[in-house]
């Protein structure tokens, strides 16, 4: 290290560059690890036939976890309250899939692909219905996905310019008001134009135009402040552990490309659980599933607002032992 400091390179700057190259190895690594090989496990499905079900739930691999409902309506009703991915319906002559691009196209492809097997086995024909189709402008139902990540981006982001011109630590609560409360300012406008640029490019959901404005500045208020939260107990760590959250773990298990149950066990667990993940199945229910299971995604987002601010203000003005640890290793 003497070495690198006689020609002006701090030990700061060599541990700044290594936590770089170790977030782009993270980033590689996760998105690698969740989307290299997609498979099914346990997708959620009905039908209306007992003998379906057991044939269902034997398949090798439990890619599908079937339930048996009475009937048509009750498989409807299902999708609709997004309890099962989709459904199979025996009739007398010819069956009926029924399935809702809108949870997922590759979901959508994976059971017409499994019940496609099953029917050249068993010699049955089946006609496939979409009951929750995409619109014209989204054929791959990625807007959503793209609409939180671009609000992930922007909330810590901001978070990460306001340290960066005015310090990483609030020097007093006040000054925490002042910037939560810029930051509050700031998702509110961020959620306004972002559901308008989504709107104008994809269109079609005119009348959800409110509730995706208050999910988007829900979004960006609770990365924000969760990225404050951080900044303020690590210093200029916090950014690459917002980095690291909601992107190198957060993009990948958001359920954006591949649905949940199509991901790893890891991604899996995890994507309910993080912002980019919450606001895409907000987004789902708010856009094409009449806000069903909408509660979860948005105590979730609610808890990264509340717990970030709060943090922020308690932490506002001291130098937390982690934080003053880092900051003696960069001078030196």
Same mark, same amino acid.
């Given at each position: ?8 390179? $701090? ?85 009926? !899939? ?15 692909? /499994?019940?496609?097997?099953?029917? &050249?086995?068993?010699? &049955? ?40 011109? *005015? ?24 959620? /306004? ?18 509730? *995706?404005?208050? !999910?988007?500045?829900? *979004? ?13 107990? $690590? ?77 922020? *203000? ?19």
């Amino acid at each position: 290290m003497r070495w690198l400091a006689d020609r002006g390179v $701090s030990t700061r700057s060599v541990a700044l560059v290594i936590g770089v190259l170790l977030l782009q190895a993270g980033f590689i690594a996760s998105y690698l690890a969740a989307f290299h090989e997609p498979k099914p496990h346990e997708v959620a499905v009905v039908t209306t036939n007992d003998q379906v079900a057991q044939q269902l739930n034997g398949l090798s691999g439990d890619p599908l976890k079937a339930t048996l409902v009475a009937d048509r309506a009750a498989a409807l009703q299902k999708i609709d309250d997004q309890d099962a991915y989709g459904a199979y319906v025996v009739g007398p002559q010819n069956d009926e !899939l029924i399935v809702a691009s809108a949870a997922g196209v590759a979901v959508t492809t994976t059971l017409e692909e /499994i019940f496609g097997q099953l029917a &050249r086995q068993t010699g &049955r024909k089946f006609t496939v219905t979409d009951v929750k189709p995409l619109p014209s402008g989204d054929p791959r139902g990625l807007s959503g996905f793209y609409l939180v990540v671009g609000w992930t981006v922007g909330g810590y982001l901001v978070a990460s310019a306001l340290s960066v011109s *005015l310090g990483a630590r609030p020097s007093t609560r006040q000054r925490a008001v002042v910037r939560l409360g810029a930051l509050a300012a700031y998702a509110l406008v961020s959620g /306004i134009v972002g559901a308008w640029i989504s709107y104008a490019i994809v269109g079609g959901m005119p009348h959800h135009y409110v509730g *995706l404005a208050a !999910l988007g500045a829900l *979004l960006v208020f609770g990365v924000g402040a969760a990225t404050m939260a951080l900044q303020v107990v $690590s210093g200029i760590v916090g950014i690459g552990l917002a980095v690291l959250l909601f992107v190198i773990l957060g993009n990948p298990s958001a359920g954006g490309a591949y649905a949940w149950p199509l991901l790893p066990g890891f991604w899996r667990a995890i994507g309910p659980w993080l912002p980019p993940g919450a606001g895409l199945a907000a987004f789902r229910s708010i856009v094409y599933f009449g806000n069903s299971k909408l509660l979860m995604p948005v105590l979730v987002l609610t808890a990264y607002a509340v717990v970030g601010a709060v943090a922020t *203000l308690l932490l506002a003005g001291r130098r937390p032992h982690l934080a003053t640890e880092i900051d003696e290793f960069g001078a030196a």
